[in-house]
C-alpha cells in the first residue's frame, strides 16, 4: 500500500500535509475536467439533442442544463476519488477498510450511471420519433407504440447497469422476455385496425380505384379527396375534412361520384 510505504520514510505529519496537497489537487482537476467536458459536449449540441425529453424537462425544474449536471457529475467523479486516495494516503483507511472496496467499486457505478442516462436520452428520442412517424395515423391505439418503445429501452438499460453493478440478471431477463412477447401480443392486438388500414392501404396505392381530385363517397362520408396515404385517406366537404381509416374504405366500399356536365 502507499501509506505503508511512506509510513517506513516520514513520520505522520508528512503524510497528513501530503493528503492535503493531493485532495486540493484533486479538487483542482475535478474542476478542470468539469469545464473541459461542459465546453465539449456543448460543441457536440448535448442540449439541442435532448431538447424536449423528459431528462431536459427534469434538468429544466431543478434550473439547470444536462450539459452541466454531466459536468458537474464528472467533476464529483474526480472528487471522490481524490478524497479517497487523500484518505489512504492519511491511512485513515486501514481504520475504516470500507474506502477500498468503494473505491473499487466506483468505476462500475459510473458506468451504470451513465448506462442508465443514455437509456433514458435514447428511450425520449425513439419515443419522439415513433410519435412524429405516426402522427398522420388517427387511431388511438397508435399512441401504445411510442411509450412501448420507449419503455423497452429502458428496460434493457436497466438490465446493462444491474448486470455493471454485479447484480445476477439471469431471472431479470427472463422476465423481460415475458414482458417483449406480452407487448407485442398487445400490440398486435391493439393496433389491429392499425394494421389492417395498412395491408388495405397498400392494395388501394397499388390499385388506384381513386385519386386525388376525385368525388367519392365512403360510407356517409362524400367529398374530395385531398390525400390518401398507407393509414387513412382525406375526404374533404364543405368546411369539413374527414380522415377515413383504409381498412373501413375497403369495408364499407367506394363510390366514384361523377359531376353531371
Not at 476519488?81 to 491511512?91: C, N
Not at 450511471?113 to 391505439?141: C, I, N, Q, Y
Not at 415475458?178 to 390499385?207: D, I, K, M, N, P
Amino acid at each position: 500500500m502507499v501509506a505503508a510505504q511512506l509510513d517506513a520514510l516520514t513520520g505522520p505529519q508528512f503524510r497528513y500535509a501530503l493528503a492535503a496537497v493531493v485532495f486540493v489537487l484533486g479538487l483542482l482537476l475535478g474542476y478542470l475536467v468539469g469545464r473541459v467536458n461542459e465546453r465539449v459536449l456543448r460543441a457536440l449540441g448535448v442540449d439541442e439533442a435532448v431538447e424536449g425529453t423528459s431528462v431536459e424537462q427534469v434538468v429544466d425544474r431543478a434550473g439547470s442544463t444536462t450539459v452541466r449536471v454531466v459536468a458537474r457529475f464528472t467533476s464529483w467523479v474526480v472528487y471522490v476519488v481524490a478524497a479517497l486516495v487523500a484518505l489512504d494516503i492519511a491511512r485513515f483507511s486501514i481504520q475504516t477498510p470500507l474506502w477500498y472496496p468503494v473505491l473499487s467499486y466506483l468505476p462500475s457505478v459510473v458506468v451504470a450511471v451513465v448506462v442508465l442516462m443514455a437509456g433514458v436520452l435514447v428511450g425520449d428520442r425513439v419515443e419522439l420519433f415513433v410519435s412524429e412517424r405516426l402522427r398522420s395515423v388517427k387511431l388511438p391505439e397508435v399512441s401504445v407504440v411510442p411509450m412501448a418503445a420507449k419503455y423497452t429501452i429502458l428496460l434493457v438499460a436497466g438490465l446493462v447497469a444491474l448486470a455493471q453493478l454485479g447484480v445476477a440478471v439471469t431471472a431479470l431477463v427472463v422476465v423481460f422476455a415475458v414482458y417483449v412477447g406480452s407487448v407485442v401480443v398487445f400490440t398486435l392486438v391493439a393496433t389491429r385496425h392499425l394494421l389492417t388500414s395498412a395491408a388495405a392501404g397498400v392494395f388501394l396505392l397499388l390499385r388506384e380505384p381513386y385519386g386525388i381530385g376525385d368525388r367519392v363517397a365512403i360510407g356517409d362520408h362524400e367529398g374530395i379527396v385531398q390525400e390518401v396515404d398507407v393509414f387513412v385517406t382525406h375526404v374533404e366537404a364543405e368546411q369539413r375534412e374527414y380522415v377515413v381509416p383504409n381498412h373501413l374504405v375497403l369495408r364499407q366500399g367506394v363510390v366514384l361520384v361523377h359531376e353531371q356536365q
